[in-house]
């Protein structure tokens, strides 16, 4: 079946430097949306990306949305302690509308 | 507010035992969902309904069951046909399956582990 494959599965960064996280996709996808989840909390949904070649940004995030619509990006500048957590992508085909959710890359801000 | 409500936060389960997990949501949402995630991993779909009296099977159905009698409720029961029932169980909705601009709004989950 289809996969979206989302890497890294962790990262371990030093406050202030840069996170990001990649999501890649067997096939087309209509959209993406991302999620964060906080260590012990639920997803909670950041932004969805629809046309192709997308960029959004949310204050130091910032996400694409690539031009052939298969792959996708989150990155984060000048992480802070309250970036920590899991990031998801999750995408959707045109034919199916399900969420194909891949595995969520966890941030880890180094003490 | 609106938003979705989960219960138990907690949950202990026998051996052999059938519990339900509670999923409430006053959003006016369509279509709601139900997640297991285990330790360190994704989020897998167990079941979802699109609308009242209706719903499908999603990736690991197996040993659990759904009802949908009313918009606002989607109960899970975790029955003792699975096996492995020790998760983080997540209940979602949207407005319909097609989401348009929004996401997907999740319940804060209820931890079951088998005794």
């Known amino acids: 079946g289809q996969q979206v494959m989302q890497i890294p599965q962790y990262q371990h960064v030093q406050e202030g430097e840069d996170f990001t996280t990649y999501c890649n996709s067997s096939t087309t996808l209509s959209n993406i949306q991302w999620y964060k989840q906080r260590p012990g909390g639920h997803p909670v949904f950041l932004i969805q990306l629809v046309k192709s070649g997308e960029v959004k940004k949310q204050k130091r995030l910032t996400f694409q949305f690539g031009e052939a619509k298969k792959n996708s990006s989150l990155h984060i500048t000048a992480t802070q302690t309250t970036d920590v957590g899991t990031y998801f992508c999750a995408g959707r085909k045109d034919s199916n509308y399900q969420l194909i959710w891949g595995a969520g890359t966890k941030l880890i801000i180094k003490p | 507010d609106g938003g979705i409500t989960q219960s138990p936060k907690y949950l202990f389960r026998k051996e052999g035992q059938n519990v339900t997990l509670s999923c409430e949501q006053n959003?006016?949402?369509?279509?709601m969902y139900w997640y297991r995630q285990d330790p360190g991993q994704g989020l897998r779909l167990i079941y979802y309904?699109?609308?009242?009296?209706?719903?499908q099977k999603g990736d690991i159905a197996e040993g659990y069951s759904v009802s949908r009698e009313k918009k606002e409720s989607f109960p899970l029961t975790v029955t003792s046909a699975q096996k492995n029932p020790t998760a983080f169980y997540l209940c979602a909705s949207s407005y319909s399956l097609r989401t348009g601009n929004y996401g997907y709004t999740f319940g804060s989950g209820t931890r079951l582990t088998v005794v």
């Open positions: 959003l006016n949402h369509d279509a």
């Open positions: 309904s699109q609308i009242v009296n209706d719903f």
